[in-house]
């Protein structure tokens, strides 16, 4: 069962400013078929987070010089917004050998962001507030809602306004412009009805160049909102309380070129906790910042499996042979992050007695269940609240994903599950997990990624 190396992110990479070689992808165009139950062992190398690094991109807009991004993760979504800077007249060079991606936004010559691109990529959203704090004017198209639900921009709307730009709305296009000779924003004392991380991000990222302090209430406090700081304070912004609820920009005339390194993914990395506990694996990940997991690492706990912390930035799990119940419920950071869900749950799905799932981020946020369910699984849903009776074991079956989240709780649910597992999703999962399936088999598990075309009648009729 030999595994083919991905195509699309390997080779079509390299040159993100290509955007003829990025029109299509086969990654598309296949399944993955996966062996179980599967017993995994050794240590995973943990990603840079895709939820900084899509901000980090657009933040690099603010500076006139050329910006490296370091741990950059290769996949469709940096993919997309890559396309989407290189509209705005950025120069961009990634080297997927290293990880690092180069950035020149020295001249930024277009100020409206294309449809085609924002349409597959809700984070391309976030580059309003850097090109409006450059250029004084930005066009943006609306993002429209996603799979798991409804993310209304109007958070953003109306702290751009508050900072002095005008902003309207028609035919699905997001037009501001700053009025005024000076063509700077103005600081603004600015409260968000929910501590919402676009908005949060978008708004700290058009305050740093404002004139004057613009302070944010009920900021979002997750650790890609601190990390995105980090770099525009290493660019040369003045900005205070990041990772707590008042964050406070002093804004500055001009940014400069920036070495950054991104932060690991605390999602990657809590989803491959699941996987050790879910195949009952002794396993390791690095590099991780372990106070970002503590939600996560507290409910395994609750499970009965161990995580200790062996260094710094290691994490390591030791397995249980009995996993119990236990109840989660998604809440803004430090609370169990949303991202978590769909992955947990499936592991709740083979724990013994009786778990409750309460879902408040996303409105749409339990379609994995249905697939889960076809796997044997035994879970019950109400609207955003899923009940789960543990079973003793889950049954392959042909499953298709739905989005990032429930592709990879689905993922972790056929390695556990007895059997050949096919699987239909994957240009859901590549936008958010590099090499997920290959890093998987270095720890022992049976993958094979297999072109859909060859293997469409055989999977459709199943279903």
């Known amino acids: 069962m030999p595994l083919r190396e991905d195509r699309a992110i390997n080779q079509q990479l390299h040159s993100i400013a290509d955007t003829d070689k990025l029109k299509s992808s086969p990654v598309n165009q296949s399944i993955l078929k996966i062996w179980g139950p599967s017993r995994l062992k050794g240590n995973i190398s943990i990603s840079g987070a895709k939820n900084s690094a899509l901000p980090a991109m657009a933040a690099t807009l603010l500076s006139s010089g050329v ?31 290293t990880f690092t991606l180069d950035i020149d936004a020295s001249i930024i010559n277009h100020h409206e962001a294309p449809y085609e691109l ?43 306004q508050a900072l002095g730009a005008e902003v309207h709305i028609e035919h699905g296009m997001v037009n501001a ?12 004392k600015i409260y968000l009805d929910y501590p919402s991380v676009g908005a949060t991000e978008t708004l700290m990222m058009a305050a740093t160049l404002a004139e004057g302090e613009t302070i944010i209430e009920n900021a979002a406090k997750e650790p890609e909102v601190e990390d995105l700081a980090n770099l525009c304070i290493a660019m040369g912004a003045n900005i205070f309380g990041a990772g707590t609820k008042r964050i406070v920009i002093s804004g500055v005339p001009k940014l400069h070129s920036v070495d950054y390194t991104i932060i690991p993914d605390r999602i ?63 809440q803004p950071y430090p609370g169990f992050p949303t991202d978590m869900q769909a992955p947990f749950m499936a592991l709740l799905s083979v724990c013994s007695g009786t778990s409750d799932v309460t879902e408040t981020v996303f409105e749409n946020r339990m379609r994995h269940v249905s697939e889960l369910n076809r796997m044997g699984a035994n879970i019950r849903v109400k609207g955003n609240h899923a009940i789960v009776k543990g079973v003793p074991k889950l049954s392959a079956a042909p499953i298709i994903g739905t ?12 390695l556990a599950a007895e059997g050949e597992t096919t699987f239909q999703g994957l240009q859901h999962l590549d936008r958010g997990y590099e090499q997920l399936e290959i890093k998987l088999q270095k720890l022992g598990a049976k993958f094979e990624r297999v072109d859909l075309v060859e293997e469409n009648e055989i999977f459709q009729a199943s279903i």
């Open 268 to 330: 990657e990395a809590g989803t491959f906790l699941i996987a050790g506990a879910i195949t009952n694996s002794d396993i390791s990940i690095s590099p991780v910042v372990p106070k970002h997991l503590s939600a996560v690492i507290s409910k395994l706990q609750s499970v009965g499996v161990k995580v200790i912390q062996e260094t710094s930035d290691s994490l390591r799990l030791l397995p249980s042979e009995i996993l119990k119940s236990t109840n989660i419920k998604t």
């Open 177 to 188: 412009n700053i009025s005024g000779s000076k063509k700077r924003l103005q600081g603004a």
């Open 118 to 160: 924002v349409r597959q990529l809700r984070a391309s959203f976030f580059a309003i507030g850097p090109i409006l704090a450059r250029l004084g004017v930005a066009r943006v198209p609306l993002p429209g809602g996603c799979a798991i639900g409804a993310r209304p921009v109007d958070l953003h709307v109306r702290g751009l």
């Open 67 to 97: 910006c490296r991004l370091r741990q950059v993760p290769c996949l469709a979504d940096i993919n997309i917004m890559g396309q989407v800077l290189s509209a705005l007249g950025a120069r961009i060079k990634h080297n997927t050998n």
């Open 403 to 414: 989005d990032l989240r429930a592709s990879a709780a689905l993922i972790l649910a056929a």
